[in-house]
C-alpha cells in the first residue's frame, strides 16, 4: 500500500517516482527531486554569472578601456602625492587590460605580463592604492597577507590560499578568476632571515617564497577551494595564473641603510663627496634597485618575477596636511559624514588640522597616524551628542589639546 503510494508521487520535473530518486520536495501543486533542484541552482548561477560578467575585461573593447591618464586621475581623488607610483600602478594594470584582450596574430608576439612591486615606508599609501584602483577594475581583485602565510605542512596558510580568496571574489567562476589581480601585502616580512641559505628551514621566508614562484611565473594550481589545509579526498580547482597580475607591497624597514651602503661604495676619493652631496638623504627609497631587495633578502628569483620596481615617498608635513582634508574620502569629511547622519553639522578650526599633523609628525605613524590622533579628539563628542539635541558642534585648538593631554594621562596611569 505504501509503495504504491509513493509511485504516485513523482518529480514534475523529471517525472522520476519517489523511490527512483533521493528525496522530493512538496510544493503547491507538484513535487521536484534533489537532482533537480541541484540542475536548477547551477542554471540559475550560471545564468546570473553571466550578467554579472557583462562588465568583464573579456567583454570591453580596446577604445573602451580605461586608460593610464584616466586611472591616475582616478587614483588622484583619493591619494595625494605618490606620483611615480601612480603612473606605474596605472600602466601596469592598463597593459593587464590589453593582455585579456590580446588575439594571436600572425607575427606571433606575446605579450608578458609585468608584475610590481612597491616599496615605502608604513602609512605612505600602498594598500590604499590598492584598495582605490580596485573601485575601477572590471576584473577580480584580492588583497592577502603575507605575513600568515607559511610553507606548506607546517602551522598558518599555505600559498594556495591567496588563490583561494581571488575564487571567492570571482564567485568561483574559474575564467573570470584567472584574469584577476593580486595585492600581496606585506612581502618584507618574508624575506630570508639571513644573507646565506640556512641550514634549518625557513618556513615563513625563504620558504614562502620559493612557494611563491610558481604562482607569479604562471602554472596551473590546484586551489582548495575553501581554503585551509589540502588533504588527498578534498576536491581542487585547478587554477592557471599565467594572466593573473601579482601587485606586492611592503615597508622593508631599514633597506634605507643598505641603499645608502651601495651609493657609498661604488666610487671613492674626491668625486665620491661630489656625488654623494647629490644624494637626497631624506628620500633615499627613491635610489632603490633590485640589488637592495636582495640584500634585504628577497631571493633573486622572486625578484627576477616581479620587474616592476617603484617606491612611495615619506610623507612629509604638506602632505599630511592635504591627506587630512583634501581626498574624495579623507578623515575629516569622513567624520562630517557620521556627525550629519545624526543631523548635527561639524565644524573644525583651521588650527586643528595643523595641531594633528604635528602629532601626526612627532609619532611618526605616517597617514595612519592621523585617523588614531582624531579618533581620541572626537571620541567624547562622538559619545556624548547624539544622545543630545545639539545641532552643531565646533571643535577648537584647546579642546583637541586637551583631549589629547588627557589621553596620554590616562595611559600613564594605566602604565
Given amino acids: ?112 605580463k609585468s608584475n610590481i612591486i612597491m616599496v615605502g615606508s608604513t602609512g605612505t599609501g600602498k594598500t590604499l592604492l590598492a584598495r582605490t584602483i580596485a573601485k575601477l577594475l572590471h576584473v577580480p581583485f584580492t588583497i592577502v597577507d603575507a605575513t600568515v602565510l607559511t610553507e606548506a605542512g607546517y602551522v ?19 575564467e573570470e578568476a584567472e584574469q584577476g589581480i593580486v595585492f600581496i601585502d606585506e612581502i618584507d616580512k618574508i624575506a630570508r632571515k639571513s644573507d646565506n641559505p640556512s641550514i634549518t628551514r625557513d618556513v615563513s621566508g625563504e620558504g614562502v617564497q ?111 596636511r592635504a591627506i587630512l582634508t583634501e581626498p574624495k574620502n579623507s578623515i575629516i569629511k569622513q567624520y562630517v559624514k557620521l556627525f550629519d547622519m545624526d543631523n548635527i553639522h561639524l565644524t573644525f578650526d583651521e588650527s586643528v588640522f595643523d595641531y594633528v599633523v604635528d602629532k601626526a609628525v612627532e609619532f611618526k605613524l605616517g597617514a595612519r597616524g592621523l585617523r588614531s590622533i582624531v579618533e581620541t579628539i572626537m571620541i567624547d563628542v562622538m559619545f556624548e551628542l547624539p544622545s543630545k539635541d545639539a545641532k552643531e558642534y565646533n571643535v577648537t585648538l584647546n579642546y583637541a589639546k586637551a583631549q589629547l593631554e588627557k589621553q596620554n594621562l590616562s595611559n600613564l596611569q594605566m602604565a
Avoid at 513535487?31 to 545564468?47: G, L, P
Avoid at 636582495?294 to 612629509?316: H, W
Fill in 1 to 112: 500500500m505504501a509503495e504504491s503510494k509513493s509511485n504516485k508521487r513523482k518529480c514534475s520535473f523529471c517525472g522520476r517516482s519517489e523511490n527512483e530518486v533521493g528525496f522530493l520536495i512538496t510544493g503547491m501543486n507538484g513535487y521536484i527531486c534533489d537532482s533537480c533542484s541541484e540542475q536548477a541552482y547551477e542554471i540559475t548561477k550560471e545564468a546570473m554569472g553571466q550578467g554579472n560578467n557583462a562588465k568583464s575585461a573579456t567583454s570591453l573593447k580596446l577604445n573602451e578601456l580605461p586608460k593610464p591618464l584616466a586611472i591616475k586621475e582616478f587614483l588622484d581623488q583619493y591619494i595625494i602625492g605618490q606620483d611615480a607610483a601612480k603612473r606605474f600602478l596605472s600602466v601596469s594594470v592598463y597593459n593587464h587590460y590589453k593582455r585579456l584582450l590580446q588575439t594571436v596574430n600572425s607575427d606571433d608576439v606575446e605579450i608578458e
Fill in 156 to 174: 598558518g596558510e599555505d600559498i594556495e590560499s591567496i588563490l583561494t580568496r581571488l575564487l571567492q571574489v570571482a564567485d568561483y567562476n574559474v
Fill in 210 to 320: 620559493q612557494g611563491l614562484l610558481k604562482l607569479l611565473e604562471g602554472s596551473i594550481v590546484n586551489v582548495p577551494p575553501q581554503g585551509g589545509r589540502k588533504h588527498p579526498d578534498q576536491k581542487m580547482i585547478p587554477v592557471n595564473t599565467k594572466n593573473i597580475l601579482f601587485i606586492c607591497g611592503g615597508a622593508f624597514d631599514g633597506i634605507e641603510k643598505k641603499i645608502a651602503q651601495r651609493l657609498n661604495t661604488h666610487v671613492v676619493g674626491y668625486t665620491a663627496s661630489q656625488k654623494s652631496a647629490k644624494i637626497d638623504k631624506s628620500n633615499m627609497m627613491q635610489y632603490i634597485s633590485p640589488q637592495d631587495l636582495k640584500s634585504f633578502g628577497l631571493i633573486p628569483e622572486i625578484i627576477g618575477r616581479l620587474p616592476v620596481l617603484t617606491y612611495l615617498k615619506p610623507l612629509d608635513r604638506d602632505a599630511l
